[in-house]
């Protein structure tokens, strides 16, 4: 972890200035930035009581749902192109996680704007990301809600006019207790579990420059 926080720390100077616009949606709010095509932040909560399990009669499926342009920002979020084919392997990755929505068809719908994407690796979006939204989830159900704040920064390479960061971040909030997670957006990050992986919240506001208003 010393030696991710040192990475975190040398690429954070090479990370573009942000050029932002802020989107409020049902269940998130999303700011995203027009240069580097990915937010920088969302932020929501997730309650108990929006999620719905598979015997629940409310509860609501991803099949079918897609991936689409921001209509509240679309100029900046036809971005579908740059992600059906990249070098890298880039995957769609959610910030605020499709499953949060599992109890609205509209609020899940929502998840799938690229206002709240970010190119992300299979590893990290498919397995590490993937396995802290779980976490996420069963936090809310135990304590009741959990808020979070996640984003990206630093640069890792293009994607035609997507950016792709170096690092994605995210920190939950719950029963009285802060806790942030810095990962390296590449491929080997699934050598560690999720927990490996968190650093303190200073190192995050620092290295994003962004004002995390209720840390």
């Known amino acids: 972890m010393k030696r ?11 990370a573009f200035a942000q050029d932002t616009i802020t989107i409020r949606h049902q269940r998130y709010t999303t700011t995203f930035d027009t240069v580097l095509k990915y937010p920088v932040l969302v932020h929501w909560i997730v309650k108990s009581s929006d999620l719905c399990d598979k015997n629940n009669p409310r ?7 897609t991936f689409k342009p921001d209509p509240q920002l679309k100029k900046y979020t036809t971005l579908q192109k740059y992600y059906s084919k990249n070098k890298g392997n880039y995957q769609r990755g959610h910030n605020m996680n499709a499953a949060d929505n599992s109890c609205d068809i509209q609020q899940m719908k929502e998840s799938f704007y690229f206002s709240n994407m970010t190119p992300q690796t299979k590893e990290l979006n498919e397995e590490v990301w993937g396995d802290l939204e779980d976490e996420t989830r069963r936090l809310a159900k135990q304590y009741g809600q959990v808020e979070v704040w996640c984003g990206s920064y630093a640069y890792k390479e293009k994607m035609g006019d997507v950016t792709v960061p170096m690092f994605c971040w995210k920190i939950l909030k719950y029963n009285g207790q802060e806790v942030a997670y810095i990962f390296p957006n590449h491929h080997q990050v699934n050598a560690h579990r999720f927990n490996y992986y968190q650093g303190p919240i200073e190192s995050v506001k620092l290295a994003s420059k962004l004002d995390l208003k209720g840390l």
């Open 4 to 14: 991710l926080l040192l990475l975190l720390y040398l690429f954070t100077t090479v």
């Open 59 to 65: 509860r609501v499926e991803r099949k079918g749902v």
